[in-house]
């Protein structure tokens, strides 16, 4: 007998589906690492700025207060305190600031006051170490020069100028039935803590003479004596001893003065004592 051929398929044939995984992605580790790394920099960079505002608030504080104590400045003044060099906290690890400056609207010395500029570099950490450079500039108005004519000349004057690098006083001498103009340059000076003015010209009537000239003169000898008795007028003791006067010269319609201090240590006595003239 012939047998049935078998169909080659058949409904009940299973059909096999072959599944094929994908390989797993590389998780992005990286871009979590990068916002860490991002965010401690900011951190960072955050602190730091905190770091340098306290750390200049705290300087600047220091140092106003050094000089309040210092100098003859009133506690209410406001101080004008900057601290140069680049970032404070870089320079306190060094161990040395490299530059202050502190603007003083009024300091007053005597009789005249005027507003200063306290200049000081190479300012160690360690009080005990020198400072390498100390200044301080005093700028004094004609208006609080002034102040000074008892300084100046032993009779009263008329006016008092400064310019041309010179204090110019004016009086008028009563002689007998009429009066004698008189005009007389000074040139500002230090001397021994103290600040000297010494006759450069003379003026009489219109015309120039010397000192001894007008010594001599009849009209006004008698008064000689009186009209050139300036005084020295003392600076040291208004300031620290430990500070020195150096220079005083008219610029301009001011009288500037200059202290130094250079070599001299935060931390020495003589910055609380007040010096003595002669």
């Known amino acids: 007998m012939t047998e049935p051929l078998q169909p080659t398929g058949s409904a009940s044939a299973t059909t096999q589906v072959l599944l094929v995984e994908e390989p797993p992605r590389r998780k992005r580790r990286w871009l979590g690492w990068v916002i860490g790394l991002f965010i401690v920099v900011a951190l960072l960079a955050v602190a730091a700025i905190v770091g340098e505002t306290l750390a200049r608030q705290y300087a600047e504080g220091y140092i106003r207060d050094r000089v309040i104590e210092a100098l003859p400045v009133d506690p209410a003044t406001p101080l004008d ?5 680049g970032p404070v906290l870089l320079q306190a690890i060094s161990g040395r600031m490299t530059e202050i400056v502190v603007g003083i609207p009024e300091l007053t010395i005597g009789e005249i006051s005027g507003s200063a500029t ?36 032993g009779i009263e004057l008329d006016s008092i100028t400064l310019g041309n690098g010179l204090i110019t006083v004016d009086t008028t001498v009563d002689l007998l039935l009429f009066s004698v103009p008189i005009s007389i340059d000074l040139a500002p000076s230090a001397d021994a803590g103290g600040i000297a ?7 009489l009537e219109q015309q120039e003479i010397s000192v001894d000239d007008l010594r001599s003169n009849p009209l006004v000898s ?13 600076v040291a003791e208004s300031l620290p001893k430990a500070l020195t006067l150096s220079e005083v010269s008219v610029v301009g319609s001011d009288l500037v003065v200059r202290v130094t201090g250079d070599g001299v240590a935060l931390g020495d006595p003589a910055l609380l004592e007040t010096g003595t003239c002669p």
């Open 81 to 85: 305190v900057e601290v140069g060099g």
């Open 118 to 153: 306290v200049t000081a570099s190479g300012v160690p950490l360690d009080e005990s170490q020198p400072t390498e450079n100390l200044d301080i500039v005093l700028t004094i108005p004609a208006s609080s020069v002034q102040r000074l004519s008892t300084y100046l000349s």
């Open 197 to 203: 003015f010494r006759p450069e010209t003379i003026t």
């Open 222 to 234: 008698g008064i000689a004596g009186s009209l050139l008795r300036s005084q020295v007028f003392c």
